[in-house]
């Protein structure tokens, strides 16, 4: 029998989530919090935002190779840039936490979940939460949304951004060496270069 996390409040006392993962430097921390409490995390990696595509595969690599020295399974999602593309058309002038972002933060989450509901899981997250750069609001509205299109799926909306994981997480990023990107990851939040 696996052992119940204790010290975080996990919705349905599930200990396992499929966690949607934006890159490794995000999500280090949080899976390490995940598998201290007793929570096994599926990394699922789901980012047809990200452009270019060598910009891609540095970030999808940089995961892998975590998730591997962790033991952890990793889903690769198809990357469809094109498709992102159309999908926010419009919307590439918005600024960073506007409409574009609440776009692509749907699009993301509705894949996470459906593939949740397709694989068994019951539990989603993302390490979006995590960057102070982006909007929890936004991030929280996205997942709840997406679990309320499928059958089953709930949305955790922890804030990750608590509870040390941001120092724990710049720890990390060193012991590992991370590649740590610039940008959000579209071409439009690569113009403003925030992050």
Same mark, same amino acid.
């Given at each position: $029998?696996?052992?119940? !996390? /204790?010290t975080m409040d996990i919705p349905m006392e599930q200990t396992e989530v499929l966690l949607h993962t934006c890159c490794a430097p995000c999500s280090s921390a949080i899976i390490e919090y995940l598998l201290k409490n007793g929570v096994r995390p599926t990394i699922y990696f789901c980012n047809p935002n990200i452009y270019p595509y060598e910009e891609y595969m540095i970030r999808k /690599? /940089?995961? #892998? =190779?975590? !998730? /591997? !020295? *962790?033991? *952890?399974? +990793?889903v690769d999602d198809d990357y469809d840039h094109e498709n992102w593309l159309k999908e926010v058309a419009g919307l590439e002038n918005e600024p960073e936490r506007g409409g574009r972002c609440l776009k692509c933060f749907k +699009? =993301? $989450? *509705? #894949?996470? !979940? =459906?593939y949740a509901e397709d694989n068994g899981f019951q539990l989603i997250a993302t390490t979006l939460a995590s960057s102070r750069w982006k909007s929890l609001e936004q991030i929280n509205e996205a997942g709840e949304w997406a679990c309320a299109q499928v059958q089953g799926v709930v949305w955790w909306d922890r804030n990750w951004r608590k509870g040390g994981l941001q120092e724990r997480r710049l720890q990390i990023i060193k012991e590992y060496g991370f590649y740590n990107q610039l940008y959000c990851g579209c071409e439009f939040s690569n113009k403003t270069k925030i992050l």
């Open positions: $029998m696996k052992k119940k !996390a /204790e /690599e /940089e995961c #892998r =190779r975590y !998730a /591997e !020295a *962790l033991g *952890l399974d +990793i +699009i =993301r $989450m *509705l #894949r996470t !979940a =459906r």
